[in-house]
């Protein structure tokens, strides 16, 4: 059997690991296009930061991880797929034959259009090349402006902070993380940001970029109410989409990336897409969509290689789970965070002390949480929504006192056993 993985990110890479354990003889090929071996794009901002060095970015440390499991790495891009025949293009000119294919080409940033978004000293953050060029320029003192305050943008934010910048931050939102926080989260996410020294603009977009006259390299950034500021360097953290391109005229199904079903099978047999340029069913609404977070891109990469094997597997859907340390500030959500119409909501906020809880039920039933400044036993809020546990007359406790979400999950636990 020939098994081919396109994209070797931590998808790919632990669905040919968990192909070989469940074919022995298989031959498997991962194919990525950057010079580097394997690596986590989720930890180039502790590169950043000076946490690790690039090789802590790497996905495997064992220079002879993947040559031991006999998989084969290939650096190239994947210009076509053409199912039918069951083989791929690549840039180089070869073409390879498979037998079972999965897509985990992940995403790429999102480029605004805006004027002189292309001017040197614009960058993303998603490559270890854009982290080298980022590190050489983000130095103590530089002024940078962030375009986009997002979960990702968060994340870049903190570990341009810890390298002694002047941080703005523009955000088209109403709010922080708006993707992820309730209104009043993300509200209180950027007063903490503001308390450690960073500028934010929420409700703002910038619309032109320009050099700086007499700047010695300053780039100037034009907002929509007319204010400039001046920075060295501008990070783009605008959003991402998924890697789809070579797929026309493929015969696999797009639509915001690629469709798969529980199986993380697509709409051509023997096809499979797992990781963020994966559509799969959500969790909590059932509605087929991307959930870009390594957890749920590496539990599709294991269904997905298991159904490759021939051993039947099941996603149960797309969990909603994102944990973020914003400057020292943690907050999270669950599930289906935003709620329900006509639906029971509870929330507590305690704007001085930077604590924040938010509860939506379905009936008796957690569907979803926010939380900041919570760290205790918060694993308990995803355990009753993911659990879709019903509550009884713990429901109405928790809407009295969201804090006791601990002892409702304890509780039916003990009910359930």
């Known amino acids: 059997m020939r098994h081919m993985i396109i994209g070797n990110g931590p998808a790919g890479v632990v669905a040919a690991e968990t192909l070989r354990k469940s074919d022995a003889g298989a031959t498997i090929t991962l194919i990525g296009d950057e010079p580097e071996p394997p690596y986590s794009r989720m930890a180039l901002p502790y590169l950043m930061m000076g946490d690790i060095d690039e090789a802590g970015t790497y996905l495997r440390k064992d220079a002879g991880h993947f040559e031991k499991l006999r998989i084969d790495l290939v ?43 292309d001017l040197p000293g614009v960058h993303a953050c998603w490559t270890m090349a854009d982290a080298r060029h980022i590190i050489a320029r983000a130095v103590p003192g530089a002024r940078v402006l962030q375009i986009g305050a997002g979960f990702i943008g968060c994340i870049i934010m903190e570990a341009l902070k810890s390298r002694g910048v002047a941080l703005t931050v523009v955000e088209m939102g109403d709010r922080m993380v708006p993707r ?24 703002a977009r910038v619309t032109a970029i320009r050099r700086a006259a007499g700047g010695r390299g300053a780039l100037v950034a034009t907002l929509d109410s007319g204010e400039e500021h001046e920075a060295e360097t501008l990070i783009v953290a605008a959003g991402i989409s998924p890697n789809v391109d070579f797929l026309r005229g493929s015969g696999v199904g797009c639509e915001t990336g690629v469709a798969v079903d529980a199986t993380m099978q697509t709409n051509v047999a023997g096809v499979y897409a797992a990781g963020d340029v994966a559509a799969a069913i959500d969790f909590s609404t059932g509605v087929r969509g991307i959930n870009a977070i390594q957890p749920s891109a590496v ?30 500030l943690v907050s999270s959500s669950f599930g289906q965070w935003w709620g329900e119409a006509g639906e029971a909501t509870a929330e507590l906020v305690d704007e001085n002390a930077f604590r924040y809880l938010c509860l939506q039920f379905r009936k008796d039933v957690l569907i979803g949480a926010t939380a ?34 601990a002892e409702a999950y304890l509780a039916r636990a003990q009910a359930v056993a």
């Open 372 to 405: 900041i400044g919570l760290t205790e036993n918060v694993g308990a809020l995803r355990g009753l929504v993911e659990g879709r546990v019903a509550l009884g007359p713990w429901k109405e406790r928790l809407l009295r006192d969201p804090l006791r979400f």
């Open 299 to 328: 539990d599709q990469a294991r269904v997905a290689a298991l159904n490759m094997a021939g051993r039947p597997a099941r996603s149960h859907g797309n969990l909603a789970l994102n944990v973020l340390d914003t400057l020292g």
């Open 75 to 117: 650096r190239d891009r994947v210009e076509a797929v053409d199912a039918r025949a069951r083989n791929l293009r690549l840039k180089s000119g070869a073409k390879l034959a498979y037998d079972r294919l999965l897509i985990a080409t992940g995403s790429h940033p999102v480029k605004p259009t805006i004027p002189g978004i």
């Open 180 to 203: 992820m926080m309730t209104p009043a989260a993300g509200t209180m996410i950027r007063r903490w940001c503001e308390r450690q020294g960073v500028r934010v603009h929420v409700g």
